[in-house]
């Protein structure tokens, strides 16, 4: 069980990092860098990303990490997880929040944004900029925060993790010449 939950803890943070550096990335290039550009390419650009970014590689960690992270805190209930549980728990709700900032605010804009149409043929195409860019930015913005927080909080699992495991509690025992036990790690 040991090694499940250890493996269950590396997949689950690899995946929140996964997230919090694309959201991150959107926040500190794709949108300045957009923001730079016309109406027009703005729009085009992000109808064209949200299609895009709809795929295994997008969907399994973003996902994922929600089922396993409450995988993570179930195994870490016991008392051999303990260490690692406030942060587990911390990680979970804080990669909730920006789950629920994504699907109630980004996502809706992002249809929002496709059911305008195709740029060449939006009469108010600066009007449908303005309604998307800026809340979209914004709020992007606050889930990258969110899943940095949440995969700070998982690094900080692991570290209460491997320094539970090597205090003794998964040490092996070498029987000395006498017969006594010796704790090894």
Wanted: hydrophobic share 50%; no cysteine; proline share 6%.
């Amino acid at each position: 069980m040991k090694h499940l939950q250890t493996g269950v803890l590396l997949a689950v943070t690899l995946s929140t990092g996964l997230m919090a550096g694309l959201f991150a990335a959107f926040s500190y290039a794709v949108m300045p860098g957009l923001a730079r550009s016309s109406d027009h390419t703005l729009v085009e650009a992000m109808q064209s990303i949200n299609k895009a970014i709809i795929n295994p590689a997008f969907m399994l960690p973003f996902m994922g990490s929600l089922p396993l992270l409450g995988l993570a805190v179930f195994l870490s209930w016991r008392e051999e997880g303990r260490p690692a549980l406030p942060w587990l728990i911390a990680a979970l709700a804080l990669y909730l929040a920006a789950f629920v900032v994504t699907s109630a605010i980004n996502v809706p804009l992002n249809d929002q944004l496709a059911n305008a149409g195709d740029p060449d043929h939006i009469r108010h195409l600066a009007e449908t900029r303005a309604d998307f860019e800026n809340k979209w930015a914004t709020w992007n913005t606050v889930r990258a925060v969110l899943h940095i927080a949440a995969f700070a909080a998982l690094l900080w699992a692991l570290v209460a993790h491997g320094a539970h495991r090597t205090n003794g509690s998964d040490a092996t025992e070498r029987p000395t010449p006498k017969g006594s036990p010796v704790r090894l790690g």
